[in-house]
């Protein structure tokens, strides 16, 4: 009875600490999402937000005869949502295998190895507009020093329209990404290779396992719940892209992503109970993907038990 009194004290004052931070996040966070919410409802106007009328669910999907309306047929919206999910796929995707080889180098011991992963965090400290108008410009069709080195190297002397061309702007939009968010990746994953003892390598080169069994047996299953937590961080990050998008592309509709989407309802057309409805089915989407991730990596954690 008394160690349960003495768990009871402590969950209290563990609840009594966290007390202000929750509120503040609620404040910070849970309020503007409640006003999303409400929003969505209504045929608010950004010039005049205080007058509206309570349409109900006509911002995300109305009938009216043969004619419909709302977010959810509205072809520019799926579109932003395929345009979202490529780039998710590809850009973290492409992260993970590049921070996965880029942790597995920094964590050999060689001269120079604080130097070269102060170097690899250069790229994530620059702010993402800085590096879309540096990127910008060496994607440039006629001056950027991408087309130059594809001529250097493979004789490709065509001026690639980069930011222009439909079937590339998302591609370079990729690359911006994938060089400045590779270091978190990376970053992430070094800190669970180093928690890795060595004895356990020592044990396997012994026993004859080849590098990369013991990457498979050992490295992986070690580091699953940091990758899990960095890929959770990486897509939720990515399904919200916007400032990359739109500062590289000018938020074309050949790159334009749900959170670029949500924007133009409100800032563009000013209406703000599209706009609204765009964001709560951006936000959907997002939790959505997260809960999937934390059930996941709770069934791998009872299975192991």
Request: include cysteine.
């Amino acid at each position: 009875m008394a160690h349960s009194g003495y768990q009871q004290r402590r969950r209290r004052i563990a609840w009594i600490l966290v007390a202000p931070a929750l509120l503040l996040l609620a404040l910070a966070a849970g309020w503007p999402l409640v006003r999303t919410f409400f929003f969505s409802f209504t045929n608010a106007m950004l010039d005049n937000p205080s007058e509206y009328q309570m349409v109900g669910l006509a911002n995300y999907y109305a009938a009216n005869g043969g004619d419909s309306r709302g977010v959810l047929v509205d072809p520019l919206w799926w579109q932003a949502v395929g345009n979202t999910l490529w780039f998710t796929v590809v850009s973290v995707g492409l992260e993970l295998l590049f921070g996965m080889l880029l942790a597995l180098l920094m964590n050999q011991k060689f001269r120079g190895q604080g130097l070269v992963r102060t170097a690899i965090l250069v790229p994530w400290a620059i702010p993402t507009i800085v590096s879309a108008k540096m990127w910008g410009w060496m994607f440039h069709d006629q001056y950027g020093v991408v087309n130059d080195l594809l001529a250097k190297i493979f004789g490709y002397q065509a001026h690639l329209a980069w930011i222009a061309e439909p079937s590339l702007s998302m591609w370079a939009v990729v690359i911006a990404d994938v060089w400045k968010t590779t270091p978190f990746m990376a970053l992430m994953l070094l800190a669970a290779l180093q928690l890795i003892p060595t004895d356990l390598y020592e044990a396997a080169r012994v026993d004859g396992a080849s590098a990369w069994q013991r990457f498979k047996r050992i490295t992986l299953p070690l580091i699953m719940p940091a990758m899990i937590v960095a890929l959770i961080f990486r897509i939720m990050d990515a399904m919200r892209i916007f400032d990359l998008i739109f500062v590289l592309t000018s938020n074309s509709e050949a790159t334009m992503s749900v959170s670029g989407y949500a924007r133009e309802q409100i800032i563009s057309y000013q209406d703000m109970g599209v706009g609204s409805a765009a964001s709560v089915l951006v936000f959907m989407m997002v939790a959505g993907i997260a809960a999937c991730f934390i059930r996941v990596s709770r069934l791998n954690e009872k299975e192991k038990r």
